[in-house]
Nanobody, 124 residues
Framework: QVQLVESGGGSVQAGGSLRLSCAVS????????MGWFRQAPGKEREGVAA???????SYADSVLDRFTISRGSAWRTVDLLMTSLKPEDTGMFYC????WGGGACRYDAAMDYWGKGTLVTISS
């Protein structure tokens, strides 16, 4: 089992930045891919960014060049640096993990484990 705990959410004005962090624990060796997802009010959850064990990354078009996903060397933390934030970025952000053998590590990949989320609110 893998446990994920997000932190770093908050309220900022449009154009600002936030760094989200995900603390990873449990059977970390089973994890191949980590991702961040968001769910805007009244909308379905969507993938934002993903990173694999080899530090290859994948991003949704809507966040390309604004968001950066990174991981700690021991795979115990995965961060999402968000810049040039827009009101439409508002939502609950979730950290997720995929085990080895789960397919390609894409921003919209199916994940095996999920955190409980952290709320991001962007005001105009």
């Amino acid at each position: 089992q893998v446990q994920l705990v997000e932190s770093g959410g908050g309220s900022v004005q449009a154009g600002g930045s936030l760094r989200l962090s995900c603390a990873v624990s449990g059977t970390i060796g089973s994890v191949y891919c980590m991702g961040w997802f968001r769910q805007a009010p009244g909308k379905e959850r969507e993938g934002v960014a993903a990173i694999d064990r080899f530090s290859s990354t994948s991003y949704a078009d809507s966040v390309l060049d604004r968001f950066t996903i990174s991981r700690g060397s021991a795979w115990r933390t995965v961060d999402l640096l968000m810049t040039s934030l827009k009101p439409e970025d508002t939502g609950m952000f979730y950290c997720a993990a995929m085990q080895w053998g789960g397919g390609a590590c894409r921003y919209d990949a199916a994940m095996d484990y999920w955190g409980k989320g952290t709320l991001v609110t962007i005001s105009s």
